[in-house]
């Protein structure tokens, strides 16, 4: 699985490639990729979204659209590529963004275990990142605050 700082470099790497690109259309190759919406309810709604930023959160790849937020999950193999659009597609190639300036963006995964959210703006914390914890360098991260949710996990597992 790829740890925090790789998903950052991936983070990094893909804002230089593919920020101000509008979204045609996808292909889904591998339906199960797709955790939320059902998978023609996510290429209807990714066509002609705007990518405007890419976040990190843990270990998910927050995609900035114009509606909705597509947040992506790598798990153990899953890497994008950028391709010319029509080059041969890749058997591990399963899910594909097709840009407007002739290129695509690939979601590549031999396993087929990453995940992709697309939801509304205001739905966030309908995907698992309402579940994480705080960042490394959160203010917030204090030994209280470590102290509080070992607490909390032991008090859960005597019940």
Do not use: C
Not at 23 to 46: C, G, Q, R, W
Not at 93 to 105: S, Y
Not at 108 to 133: A, C, Y
Not at 153 to 159: E, P, S, V, W
């Amino acid at each position: 699985m790829p740890e925090l700082p790789e998903v950052e470099t991936v983070k990094n790497t893909l804002k230089k490639l593919v920020l101000n690109k509008k979204i045609l259309n996808a292909d889904v190759y591998h339906n199960n990729i797709i955790a939320y919406p059902t998978v023609a309810e996510f290429k209807s709604m990714i066509r002609n979204q705007v990518i405007s930023d890419i976040k990190r959160r843990g270990k998910w790849l927050i995609f900035e659209l114009n509606n909705y937020y597509l947040v992506s999950h790598l798990r153990m193999e899953g890497k994008y590529n950028i391709k010319t659009t029509g080059s041969p597609k890749d058997k591990h190639e399963h899910v594909i963004f097709h840009l407007e300036d002739k290129t695509d963006l690939r979601y590549n995964d031999t396993r087929k275990f990453g995940k992709m959210h697309l939801v509304k703006k205001d739905e966030l914390d309908k995907t698992p990142i309402s579940k994480l914890g705080l960042e490394p360098w959160d203010e917030s991260l204090t030994k209280e605050y470590l102290k509080e949710k070992l607490n909390k996990k032991k008090a859960i597992k005597t019940l």
